[in-house]
């Protein structure tokens, strides 16, 4: 897979090139290019933000820079997925991650200040798919920390990135639930014990204690995952809990 990453802030986003995610490069699994924004600018300033029309505080990223960029780094045979991360896109969900591990090619545009004039992302919307995501119900300063979440949350469903795909394949949201409680050696700890079945040995047991402790959790913590789960998901054995 193909990754750019377009903003103001180059070195914010150079953690990518950490941990599972420099691995993954290194291995040829995922490709990444960082471009500074401010190589589009045409003026002395290398400004890249104007007042809004209408009035109002903050600025406005401008268009003719984004363009000039989104036009270099988009270029190819076949156009990317650009995804432009706000606090006023669509969530970014599980859904979303595996839709993006299928595509060949990513580009994020990281806006900042009070967003990017909106004719930018129009413009792009002739050529290619846009999506405005939210990594969540709070605002961030910009979009980069957005896109270190999304392409980490990517990233780990390709394959050979993961040591174990069952990983990938069984961590919260997989099945609409989110994960119970994990535990290793050793059995008991600050007087505090594993829970037996889990030693047991019997798998059916363990699938269906941990079956429970999913839906309790999701109950509590997420109840508008579990008003959302297509009709069938839940057995009698889940509805009786
Ligand atoms: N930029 C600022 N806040 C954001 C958010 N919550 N999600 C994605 N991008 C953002």
């Given at each position: 897979m193909?990754?750019?990453v377009i903003?103001?802030?180059?070195e914010y986003?150079?953690?990518?090139?950490?941990?599972?995610?420099?691995?993954?490069i290194?291995?040829?699994l995922?490709?990444?290019g960082?471009h500074d924004?401010r190589n589009?600018t045409?003026?002395v300033?290398r400004?890249?933000d104007d007042?809004?029309?209408?009035g109002g505080?903050g600025?406005v990223m401008?268009?003719?820079?984004?363009g000039?960029a989104l036009?270099?780094?988009c270029?190819?045979?076949?156009?990317?997925?650009?995804?432009?991360p706000?606090?006023?896109?669509?969530?970014?969900?599980q859904?979303?991650?595996?839709?993006?591990?299928?595509?060949?090619r990513?580009v994020?545009?990281?806006g900042?200040y009070e967003?990017?004039?909106q004719?930018?992302?129009?413009?792009?919307?002739?050529r290619m798919?846009?999506?405005e995501v939210s990594i969540?119900d709070?605002v961030?300063v910009g979009g980069?920390?957005a896109?270190l979440?999304?392409?980490?949350?990517?990233a780990?469903?390709?394959?050979?990135v993961?040591?174990?795909?069952?990983?990938?394949?069984?961590?919260?949201?997989s099945d609409?639930l989110?994960e119970?409680?994990?535990?290793?050696?050793?059995?008991?700890w600050?007087?505090?014990?594993?829970?037996?079945v889990?030693?047991?040995?019997n798998?059916?047991?363990?699938?269906?204690?941990r079956?429970?402790?999913?839906l309790?959790?999701?109950?509590d913590r997420?109840?508008?995952?579990?008003a959302a789960?297509?009709e069938?998901?839940?057995?009698?054995?889940?509805?009786?809990?």
């Amino acid at each position: 897979m193909r990754v750019d990453v377009i903003t103001i802030f180059p070195e914010y986003v150079e953690p990518l090139r950490a941990a599972l995610l420099g691995r993954a490069i290194e291995r040829g699994l995922v490709s990444l290019g960082v471009h500074d924004l401010r190589n589009w600018t045409h003026d002395v300033h290398r400004a890249v933000d104007d007042s809004p029309y209408g009035g109002g505080p903050g600025m406005v990223m401008k268009p003719q820079v984004w363009g000039d960029a989104l036009d270099e780094v988009c270029a190819g045979d076949e156009p990317p997925r650009l995804v432009v991360p706000t606090p006023a896109g669509i969530p970014f969900t599980q859904e979303k991650a595996r839709e993006y591990a299928a595509l060949p090619r990513l580009v994020f545009a990281c806006g900042r200040y009070e967003g990017i004039d909106q004719r930018v992302i129009d413009d792009a919307a002739r050529r290619m798919v846009v999506d405005e995501v939210s990594i969540g119900d709070y605002v961030l300063v910009g979009g980069e920390v957005a896109v270190l979440a999304i392409v980490e949350a990517v990233a780990r469903l390709l394959p050979g990135v993961l040591g174990n795909p069952r990983s990938a394949e069984e961590d919260s949201f997989s099945d609409g639930l989110l994960e119970g409680p994990s535990y290793t050696r050793p059995e008991v700890w600050r007087e505090l014990a594993v829970p037996d079945v889990l030693r047991s040995g019997n798998h059916a047991a363990i699938d269906r204690w941990r079956r429970d402790r999913a839906l309790e959790r999701t109950l509590d913590r997420r109840p508008d995952l579990l008003a959302a789960l297509p009709e069938g998901a839940l057995d009698q054995r889940d509805q009786a809990l």
